[in-house]
């Protein structure tokens, strides 16, 4: 089948770019409105001058702006595959997970389990859940992510300009971002960051995997010990401070702590142990997020713990006994 067999005959497309599509690339914005579309037609069309803007000529790399006028040729696309339906018990387990909502940001504290997006064999993520729990809203997309395992604050922008606000942002290192993690061993109150650089890793069963490594990247995190169990776990606050993959897990394992429940940095017997206290999932979450608003100020978002840990936390108390760091 060719790149451009089609169930229905193509047609002239013609877009009309208000101020939440503007500063977009032309390229990207292609690829958003036409589903299905391969990289090599959206450019194919662009470099033989068939998409016009305003009647004229564009790079792959022009940014729109407000009150440009897109002509799009006639495409033959093959039909797109039905998304899958959100359950009710997700949709409403997302609706009762909704922290925040005004006409710019959706703040929501994410299940465990639940991955951001759809994707490598994923049929429904936050995203997609989101979207068909707001079919009227023209703008809805992920501010930043969070792995599948972890839990707690994640941002969904309702319009571009409020998505390209908090980018900015987060590049000026203005948003804080501050998570809980359950880890192995008794944490020094000394030990306050971990700089190590991290590299990713392909393993040849096309897993990600990230390691401290010299060659790799700048990473920094901040951690404070907030609650002891014996000599046995330590809760620890985690700011980082760098947004590198899995940067949390990966700086807790080189300290010589990984985190209870992690499946890929963390340590078998110990995660097969603490599942007597009812950790059976990774103990990371995104606790707390300070953001200045789009709308203006600043606001902090609180992300409650889930009941789950929340009781394995008050069994581990009661079994080990806690000290509070000072």
Same mark, same amino acid.
């Given at each position: 089948?060719?790149?451009?067999t089609?169930?229905?005959a ?7 770019i208000?101020?939440?599509l ?9 690829r958003t409105?036409l589903?299905g579309?391969?990289k090599?037609?959206?450019?194919r069309?662009?470099?033989k001058?068939?998409?016009r803007?305003?009647?004229?000529r564009?790079?792959?790399d022009?940014?729109?702006q407000?009150g440009?006028l897109?002509?799009v040729?006639?495409?033959r &696309?093959s $039909?797109?595959k039905?998304q899958?339906e959100?359950?009710?018990n997700?949709?409403? =387990? %997302? +609706?009762?997970?909704i922290?925040?909502?005004d006409?710019d ?8 389990g ?5 994707g490598?064999?994923i ?6 859940t ?5 079919p009227?809203?023209?703008?809805l ?7 599948r395992?972890?839990?707690g604050?994640?941002?969904v922008a309702?319009k571009r300009s409020?998505?390209r606000f &908090?980018? $900015?942002?987060?590049?000026?290192k203005?948003?804080?971002?501050i998570?809980h993690? =359950? %880890? +192995? ?5 000394r030990k306050?960051?971990v ?6 890793n392909?393993l ?7 390691k401290?490594?010299p060659?790799?990247k700048?990473s920094l995190t ?21 947004g590198r993959t899995?940067?949390?897990r990966?700086?807790c394992q080189?300290?010589g702590?990984?985190?209870?429940g992690?499946d ?9 142990e603490m599942k007597?206290?009812g950790?059976r999932?990774?103990f990371l979450?995104a606790a707390?997020l300070?953001?200045p608003?789009?709308?203006?100020g600043?606001k902090?978002?609180?992300?409650p713990?889930?009941d789950?840990?929340e009781?394995s936390?008050?069994?581990l108390k009661k079994?080990e006994g806690?000290s509070t760091?000072?």
């Amino acid at each position: 089948m060719s790149e451009e067999t089609t169930t229905s005959a193509p047609a002239v497309q013609w877009f009309e770019i208000d101020s939440e599509l503007a500063g977009q690339r032309i390229d990207n914005f292609l690829r958003t409105r036409l589903k299905g579309a391969p990289k090599t037609l959206i450019y194919r069309i662009l470099r033989k001058g068939e998409v016009r803007v305003n009647k004229k000529r564009i790079k792959p790399d022009y940014r729109l702006q407000d009150g440009d006028l897109v002509r799009v040729p006639p495409i033959r &696309l093959s $039909a797109e595959k039905p998304q899958a339906e959100v359950s009710d018990n997700l949709r409403e =387990l %997302v +609706e009762r997970s909704i922290l925040f909502e005004d006409n710019d940001l959706i703040v929501i504290n994410k299940p465990s389990g639940l991955a951001v997006h759809g994707g490598s064999g994923i049929s429904l993520g936050l995203i997609e859940t989101i979207r068909q729990m707001r079919p009227d809203a023209k703008f809805l997309e992920l501010v930043h992510r969070l792995d599948r395992d972890t839990s707690g604050c994640i941002m969904v922008a309702k319009k571009r300009s409020a998505l390209r606000f &908090l980018h $900015a942002a987060m590049q000026a290192k203005q948003i804080t971002k501050i998570y809980h993690a =359950l %880890v +192995e061993g008794k944490w020094s109150a000394r030990k306050l960051k971990v700089d190590a650089p991290l590299q990713k890793n392909e393993l040849k069963s096309g897993e990600r995997v990230v390691k401290a490594h010299p060659l790799g990247k700048l990473s920094l995190t901040e951690f404070k010990v907030l609650q002891r169990f014996g000599n046995f776990v330590t809760l620890v606050e985690a700011r980082p401070i760098t947004g590198r993959t899995h940067q949390i897990r990966v700086h807790c394992q080189f300290a010589g702590h990984p985190i209870i429940g992690d499946d890929k940095y963390g340590t078998d017997p110990v995660n097969r142990e603490m599942k007597s206290y009812g950790i059976r999932r990774l103990f990371l979450h995104a606790a707390e997020l300070r953001v200045p608003m789009p709308s203006g100020g600043r606001k902090i978002f609180h992300a409650p713990l889930g009941d789950e840990l929340e009781k394995s936390l008050k069994k581990l108390k009661k079994t080990e006994g806690q000290s509070t760091a000072r």
